[in-house]
């Protein structure tokens, strides 16, 4: 049998009390935890998003040690922007942060704004990223609505409503804010911690250890596999690619994307679409210079949100060439250039080769 909210009533707010003591006992230090910083936690939730905590933090560190605030991060140069985001991907956020910055400063004269309204004006900051900022940061009732939050709800409702759907989220949203204690703030992070350690996605939830597992619904049928109820994931669109690597003098080709489409303005090895012949990769590769042999090298398949890309590398050894300006060491590339996820695989490779 399968319950909801409307013949379930409003249990949750029965248990507000145990998640917040619980939240209050357990939660996670974690660096933009320490103060209630809007710019760390406007940092930390756009880096979130997508990306699990344990892998954000040396990338929070290593930021905030070179923009450790509102006026330098609207300051920095774009190139170097990517670099610190490099291997978190959906490189616009990064460029959105820079875009907030620059109307922070000129707009609120340095100073985060510090209501839901004007927060949300801000460039690559939707309802969640505002509702949180301002809740955990400002004390606004407002409600943040996530992944961990959606499956909390809906195991301890036992709702079957589908989470993909816009109304289920609202749904979600208008019942937490009728909820509500006067800690907004707390009430939000108490709720997504829930589902990030114990009420976990993957894997059996620790109900023995939950604050609310008294009037869950789930615990009580023992059925939480069955939600959160959602949309199954089309298949991926597959590209099939060749990268060449160029090796002259230890030293390798990357080169600017071009400014539009995925992982714009980012660098890369270069690489075309297909499979390509022996024949035809030795044509490319004599675009470098004069070439003394040529390697297959890793295959890697990189997988982004709606697409794969295959991928089969050759290294290309070179005597001699004609554009040694386009030539950088493997050092040069690590510090000065946003080399995506998708390519570092064949850096690594690329140490080894030439070490
Ligand atoms: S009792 Fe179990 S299923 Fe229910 S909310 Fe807690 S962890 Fe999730």
Redesign the pocket.
Known sequence: MCYNLTTYGDCMKDVVNELLNWYDKNKRLLPWRLDKNPYHVWISEIMLQQTRIEAVLSYYERFMKELPDISSLAKVEEDRLLKLWEGLGYYNRARNLKKAAVIIMEKYHGEFPHTYSQIIQLPGIGEYTASAISSICFGEREVTVDGNVM??FT??YNDSSNISKESTKKMIHDHLLSILPSRSGDFNEALME??EV???PNGI?????????SK????QHSN?YQ?PVKDVKRDKEEVIMTVLIPIWNDKTIVRKRKDLGLLHGLYEFPNYLGVKEEKEILLLARKFGCVERVEKSISYTHVFTHKKWKMQAYFVFLKDTFCQDMFYSILEIENSFPLPTAFTPFLYVLKEVIK
């Open positions: 499956r909390v195991r301890f829930l589902g114990v009420c976990i939830p620790k109900c023995l250890s939950c604050p609310i597992h869950c619904l789930s615990f939480y939600f």
